[in-house]
């Protein structure tokens, strides 16, 4: 799987997120490299990130190196499934991965207690230890390698550690096809007495993804 490096402002625009989003106790689960968790951490926020790949940090600057390659030949598969009109240009996209990378790996470095090993759908948290799980391109993204049983398990597993859950994208990656149990998973969570609302974003990359999922227990 692509381990990329989004940051905190992509972030900020996937998940609609305000200050006040980010006043309570955080969670960015599949984080990768991502920036958003040193770039709030550095602001003062209770953030902490949980993904597999930091069971091996030393290999981890390569593994998002050659990510960020296969990334690129993703979009330039598929350019006519992309809008360019959030970031602007490529050079502008890749200058956000870089430099979330630098950040990441600075923070990694001096604040190794943030980043901690986990896959869903078993984190290593306590029931109710975040207010806010974020999930940015793992649910759904992965629809053809991940199927409906995991989706399911993994966000009951992201709303046993988080009161709120938010999903971003709701489309599967390269030409973002629709994910086709996705209103079946919907109408189980709301069966179950969950919350559910998808709710439009200011973000838009592969053309027509500007919705995230919002679940509350
Ligand atoms: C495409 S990257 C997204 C990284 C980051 N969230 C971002 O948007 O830049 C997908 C991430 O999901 C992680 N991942 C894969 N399987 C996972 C699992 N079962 N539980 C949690 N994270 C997982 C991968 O290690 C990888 O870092």
Redesign the pocket.
Known sequence: ???????EQ??RA?FALGDDDLAGRVL???????G?TAAVGAAGGDVTA????YADPQALRDTVER?AAA?AALVDAHDDRFTWSWYGSPQRHRAL?DA?LATFLEDLAARPERYVV????D?PFPDGAFDLA?????LF??ADV?DAP?HHA?LTELLRVAHEVRVFPLVQ?GAGEPVGFLPALLDTLRDEGRCVQVVPVPYEFQVGADRMLVVRR
């Open positions: 799987m692509i381990v990329s490096s989004r940051s992509e972030y996937f960015d689960c599949s984080a990768g490299a991502s958003f949980v993904d597999p790949v990510s990334g991965r979330a986990g896959s869903l759908p984190l974020l999930c940015s391109h793992l993204t992965w991940l995991w993994a990656r």
